[in-house]
């Protein structure tokens, strides 16, 4: 499985951005899919992930309210728009696949980086104050 994100760059507090990441697994449609991010300095934390279907969708609470994550499994294609962007969302993110989560997998397990197998180059996002 190859994951490709894009759609980072500069924006200023207050602004949006959507980061976009392509999937080429055959198994797109059975995959859960998940966003994480890691800041200058910082671990890799979880920041959203959602089901196979799109049906359910989990966000840390430093995002959450704030960004959106979807997908079309006809294209392939998981974004999260992010809204109310503030400087501490600098970071690079990165989406990742875990084609093994069952559809009732929930927040707990869709948020532990060890549950993905792939990952993508990551994407930078800097949020000026």
């Known amino acids: 499985v190859q994951l490709q994100a894009s759609g980072g760059g500069l924006v200023q507090a207050g602004g949006s951005l959507r980061l976009s990441c392509a999937n080429s697994g055959r198994t797109f449609s059975r995959d859960l899919m998940g966003w994480f991010r890691q800041a200058p300095g910082k671990e890799r934390e979880f920041v959203a992930a959602?089901?196979?279907?799109?049906?359910?969708?989990y966000y840390s609470d430093s995002v959450k309210g704030r960004f959106t994550i979807s997908r079309d499994n006809a294209k392939k294609m998981v974004y999260l728009e992010m809204n109310s962007l503030k400087p501490e969302d600098t970071a690079v993110y990165y989406c990742?696949?875990?084609?093994?989560?069952?559809?009732?997998?929930?927040?707990?397990?869709?948020?532990?980086?060890?549950?993905?197998?792939?990952w993508g180059q990551g994407t930078l996002v800097t949020v000026s104050s």
């Open positions: 990742a696949s875990d084609r093994n989560a069952i559809l009732t997998a929930g927040p707990t397990y869709a948020s532990q980086q060890e549950n993905y197998e792939s």
């Open positions: 959602v089901s196979r279907t799109g049906g359910s969708t």
